[in-house]
């Protein structure tokens, strides 16, 4: 068994892609960046997204209001759902069902926030 010093994972919980940005964000304000740390943060800046402050918020209340999992409300924030086409994606593998009311629901919701370009 191969042991790496540091290497060991020691929780694991979804953040938004928001968040990552803008920790590495600050994090290259007073360190340089290795290359996979810019090439995450390349990527995060393609996307449409919401900010972190209302990644945070949309992840808690939807977990709060709606019931979803830490990794399946992370997964709506990210992907910024338009319609129910793009729900049905992020719930087809989910073990809980959730119905097109439910759905339109979180949509409705979700149009209270701003997206950044």
Do not use: C
Not at 5 to 17: M, R, T, Y
Not at 23 to 52: G, P
């Amino acid at each position: 068994m191969i042991s790496m010093i540091g290497k060991e994972i020691i929780e694991s919980e979804p953040i938004p892609s928001a968040k990552v940005k803008k920790v590495l964000e600050d994090f290259s304000d007073d360190n340089q960046l290795n290359y996979e740390q810019n090439i995450t943060l390349n990527h995060l800046a393609r996307f449409k997204k919401y900010s972190a402050e209302d990644s945070e918020e949309i992840v808690e209340k939807l977990q709060d209001e709606f019931g979803l999992r830490a990794r399946v409300a992370v997964h709506i924030v990210d992907l910024v759902p338009k319609d129910l086409a793009d729900m049905r994606l992020i719930f087809a593998k989910e073990p809980m069902k959730i119905d097109k009311e439910e759905m339109e629901k979180i949509l409705e919701f979700l149009e209270q926030y701003d997206v950044e370009e």
